[in-house]
């Protein structure tokens, strides 16, 4: 039977069961294929954008975590990539044949983004990444345990506010999007970032940007917040338009 354009998924990362959503584009022959991972906690999942890419011939997974949103085990940071490449891992295991597994690619928001880069600075199956509103260097933002109580760990699994704080203290020592988005080239990226982001400084992605290699693209918008709530239309445009321009890029590593 032709697929149905979406489908339930799970799969296993560390032990635990990880779920999400597969977004197929019409059509059984094989399609580029992008991982769009969400922030902490993730309130915006970026459903639109993949919706979007579906229907301009792109496949997506959306998937969420250890620890939040249904998928077991307790929210821990450092362990966020390990359930990236897990994603990976998934989605070229020949389970579907839609994805073309030589065109794969990372769009991260937030903490996605901080994610996305770590990944791809390692993993080679990772084509490009498009880095939206994106953590370079976690030390330079600061939370409280009020903040984590109200915003963050009601929505995660097995870990407090204090945690939370002292967790995200410790990934100044963990490996940072700052020093490994140099890795990414000759693969492309993008960074996105809106100019009234009342969560991460614009600085944030402006140093990425130095310190990327080429082919390397830095966008903002003047009006945009941090999860772009009243300018998606723009953001998905941007994120499409990025996409198709390098889904055929052909790269020598």
């Not at 697929?3 to 059984?28: K, M, V």
């Not at 794969?104 to 498009?130: E, P, T």
């Not at 330079?140 to 203290?169: H, M, R, S, V």
């Amino acid at each position: 039977m032709t697929q149905q354009g979406q489908a339930g998924i799970y799969f296993e990362s560390g032990g635990y069961h990880l779920l999400g959503t597969l977004f197929l584009a019409s059509g059984d022959e094989p399609k580029p294929t992008v991982i769009i991972l969400h922030g902490v906690p993730g309130i915006e999942k970026n459903f639109d954008l993949a919706h979007n890419l579906r229907l301009n011939g792109w496949n997506s997974l959306i998937f969420h975590y250890r620890g939040c949103w249904g998928s077991e085990g307790c929210y821990t940071f450092k362990t966020i990539p390990d359930d990236v490449i897990a994603a990976i891992d998934f989605l070229c295991a020949g389970s579907y044949p839609q994805i073309d597994t030589s065109r794969l690619f990372l769009v991260g928001h937030s903490l996605g983004g901080w994610a996305a880069i770590n990944v791809a600075s390692k993993d080679l199956r990772v084509r490009g990444v498009i880095a939206i509103a994106t953590i370079a260097d976690p030390r330079e933002l600061c939370f409280t345990e009020l903040d984590a109580a109200k915003n963050y760990t009601p929505w995660l699994n097995g870990i407090t506010p204090l945690e939370f704080i002292t967790q995200w203290k410790d990934l100044g020592q963990f490996t940072l999007p700052l020093n490994q988005v140099s890795k990414i080239s000759p693969r492309p990226i993008l960074l996105l970032h809106g100019q009234k982001d009342e969560l991460v400084p614009v600085p944030q992605s402006e140093k990425l940007f130095k310190n990327a290699f080429k082919p390397r693209a830095f966008l903002t918008h003047d009006e945009a917040n941090h999860s772009f709530v009243w300018h998606r239309e723009w953001l998905a445009s941007q994120v499409l338009n990025w996409l198709d321009s390098f889904k055929n890029y052909k790269i020598e590593i």
